[in-house]
């Protein structure tokens, strides 16, 4: 069985920062390209952060370019995305997922698995 968990969401104060995780069960973890999608309240999940099976080619989306950072440990089966300079729109339930291809591109609909979410909620 497949589980992906996310963790480390909470709340903080506006240029604040916060370091998510994505730990993954059930699946050999080094072999997926991974990434992190929001969703905002009335708004659609959008792509964050993905990440190569490697590491080593990260891609993110124009909004929180400079701000976030996405990694991954093979070795520990997790997935973090570190947030610094946090302002309140980037408030949002955040959710990990695993891509079906090298690249999986920014469409929801090239991910299978995907975790419960973690809130993070940004005040001013």
């Known amino acids: 069985q497949v589980q992906l968990v996310e963790s480390g969401g909470g709340l903080v104060q506006a240029g604040g920062s916060l370091r998510l995780s994505c730990a993954a069960s059930?699946?050999?973890?080094?072999?997926?390209?991974m990434g992190w999608f929001r969703q905002a309240p009335g708004k659609e999940r959008d792509f964050v952060a993905g990440?190569?099976?490697?590491?080593?080619?990260?891609y993110y989306a124009d909004s929180v370019k400079g701000r976030f950072t996405i990694s991954r440990d093979n070795a520990k089966n997790t997935m973090y995305l570190q947030m610094n300079s946090l302002k309140p729109e980037d408030t949002a339930v955040y959710y990990c997922?695993?891509?079906?291809?090298?690249?999986?591109?920014?469409?929801?609909?090239?991910?299978?698995?995907w975790g419960q979410g973690t809130q993070v909620t940004v005040s001013s």
């Open positions: 997922a695993r891509g079906k291809y090298y690249n999986s591109g920014h469409s929801s609909l090239n991910y299978h698995y």
């Open positions: 059930g699946l050999i973890f080094g072999t997926y390209y």
């Open positions: 990440i190569v099976w490697s590491g080593g080619s990260t």
